[in-house]
């Protein structure tokens, strides 16, 4: 197929794309080269950030490190622009994407108002890994929203993600720089893993700190409602607004309950292979594991398994991954993305993981592994 008959059928896709179905599907162009450029993390140069601004400015993608994981910028003001990520990503149209700001005078110019709950936010968590929703003014594309009336915007703390907006000297639209579907990118060799051949620049600043994508947080309603579990936990958001609760569709795994945000209905951070969580007492869990794996590799099929630090020996010689000690989510957080993505490489076809205690940072880790699981979770 020649470009100009894939651009024609983009354009007659777009016109009849139905609910959950990606704007665009995107095909490698062979003349894009994505350039990688280092950066220091902590004090990026400035050339550097300048040249990345100007392709944010010239209309074009730029994905850059945040304190959460990797995103996929562009303009946030520039429906065009903003556009090519739904393409680059296959990302379903009526999904809507995150603003990333410099200051609070940057969000105040995209929102009607800011309610008293979410200065007392602000105040605490920006710049940090909370996305709050407003209500939006007309300047948002609806693009951005895909229609709805609410805006979601962060403050990013990274330097590099501040740097480029504040030289870009617009709102930058992110989502995570994975392909749709896929683990969100914590290191910038996942993101070119992804987007090569899709951007013009990946600014690799190391690896991500968090590894989980912010906290989304609804305060348009009648009570603070967390719509996506992040690297805020429900009792840092109580510890302020002592009423919040998270989403019930978002935590109660019934499937009839519908999302409030729309990311949370799809399917994400799933690797090729099929996935099982397994919950119980330690030892059971282990016994479980096991027999699992004895029953797929009698079957044929490679076996990945994904181990707190206390039971990873118990695991040999199986492919193992260790994701930290069961006392320290903030390791298991960090890590996450970066094993599943691994065991892909491996080409596992069956990954067996170790559910984790789903309080504080415990629920946003929870909350990733069961949809990359597809909700498959085994008690014992
Ligand atoms: O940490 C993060 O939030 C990263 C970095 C790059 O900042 N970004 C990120 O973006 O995770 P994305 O697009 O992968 O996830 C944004 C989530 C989606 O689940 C989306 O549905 C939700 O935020 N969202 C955005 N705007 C919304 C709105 N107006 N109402 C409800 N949910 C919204
Ligand atoms: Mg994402």
Known sequence: MTRSQLLTR???YSRSAKEGEPLFFFEKDDDMKTKVIAVDEIKPDKLVMKEAADIIKSGNLVSFPTETVYGLGADGLNEKAVK???????RPQDNPLILHVDSVEMAEQLVLEVPPAAKLCIDKFWPGPLTILFRRREIVPDIITAGLDTVAIR????PVAISLIRHSGTPIAAPSANTSGKPSPTKAEHVFEDMNGKIPLILDGGETGVGLESTVLDLTGQVPMILRPGGITLE????????AIVDPAVISGDEKLKPKSPGQKYRHYAPKATMILVQGRPEKVVEEIKRLAAIAEIDGQKVGIM????????YLPKVVRDMGSVDDAKEIAHRLFDIIRELDRENTDLILCEAVDDSGLGMAIMNRLLKAAGGKLVRV
Do not use: C, T, W, Y
């Open 10 to 12: 983009q354009k007659d």
């Open 84 to 90: 090519k990520i739904f393409e680059a990503k296959g």
């Open 155 to 158: 403050m990013p703390s990274h």
């Open 236 to 243: 840092d958001i109580r510890s302020i607004l002592p009423d």
């Open 307 to 314: 181990s707190s630090s206390e039971n990873v020996l118990k």
